[in-house]
């Protein structure tokens, strides 16, 4: 498997910073006195690896997120994809500590999400012509439980920061793997633990803005379970309108 990579650290930073700049609307009267989330990078290293702040409520997750890396074709009919890893951490020393170390999948491995870096925890976001494709590793997956609901916005503002897909594209992929998560982790989690999201951005409901019982879209996991997903109606709404 050959792997190069993708510059792609200006679209990344306008992405990013824009998300400064979007007002974030309550979902009910009791959310106004709520801060509203806030998306940063800190730290860009000279691989093009970089540390994603998302902060709210006096809460801050840091992303450690790395540069594009082609992917062969995974058939005839598909072109070329991007990969994105990820990982989520509170701990801003551990962050800096992944950051500086390439993350590319080792083409020695058939499993291509094998890497040649234990520091980074496995998750990743892979772009192809007709469909997207999210993995999140069995760390992430605890992590992303604990969050609660409030994660489909963590998620959102990190798929975004890629530049791998749009803003609504990205509100409605980050609250998918969010329900798929917390809701149905028995049908859609792998032996190990981990979590995959495949779905074609057709078949999403693209939205900036997120209301409880709202259509997200269809999407399959990694064990072949495919679900129409909403947003739960006991939730908060998220995104940014």
């Given at each position: 498997m050959t792997t190069t990579k993708r510059k792609t650290i200006p679209i990344i930073i306008l992405l990013v910073f824009s998300l400064l700049f979007i007002p974030i609307a309550p979902s009910?009267?009791?959310?106004?006195?709520?801060?509203?989330?806030?998306?940063?990078?800190?730290?860009?290293?000279?691989?093009?690896?970089?540390?994603?702040?998302?902060?709210?409520?006096?809460?801050?997750?840091?992303?450690?997120?790395?540069?594009?890396?082609?992917?062969?074709?995974?058939?005839?009919?598909?072109?070329?994809?991007?990969?994105?890893?990820?990982?989520?951490?509170?701990?801003?020393?551990?962050?800096?500590?992944?950051?500086?170390?390439?993350?590319?999948?080792?083409?020695?491995?058939?499993?291509?999400?094998?890497?040649?870096?234990?520091?980074?925890?496995?998750?990743?976001?892979?772009?192809?012509?007709?469909?997207?494709h999210v993995h999140l590793a069995p760390v992430d997956v605890s992590y992303i439980t604990s969050l609660g609901w409030v994660a489909a916005d963590t998620l959102a503002a990190i798929l975004i920061a890629t530049g791998v897909v749009s803003i609504t594209v990205g509100v409605a992929l980050g609250g998918i793997a969010t329900v798929a998560i917390i809701s149905y982790s028995w049908y859609v989690q792998n032996n190990d633990g981990s979590v995959d999201i495949e779905t074609q951005i057709p078949s999403l409901n693209p939205s900036r803005w997120v209301n409880p019982g709202q259509y997200l879209g269809w999407a399959t996991s990694g064990t072949n379970w495919g679900h129409d997903y909403y947003w739960p109606s006991n939730a908060p709404a998220y995104g940014y309108p």
């Open positions: 009910n009267a009791e959310d106004v006195s709520l801060d509203k989330p806030k998306a940063q990078v800190i730290q860009i290293e000279e691989n093009g690896n970089q540390i994603l702040e998302v902060s709210q409520n006096d809460k801050k997750v840091y992303c450690v997120f790395s540069h594009g890396i082609i992917m062969d074709k995974p058939n005839e009919v598909e072109d070329n994809g991007v990969r994105y890893y990820f990982s989520l951490t509170e701990n801003i020393d551990e962050a800096k500590e992944i950051v500086k170390y390439d993350p590319s999948a080792n083409e020695n491995q058939d499993d291509s999400s094998e890497l040649s870096s234990s520091f980074w925890h496995g998750s990743y976001i892979e772009s192809y012509s007709n469909w997207l």
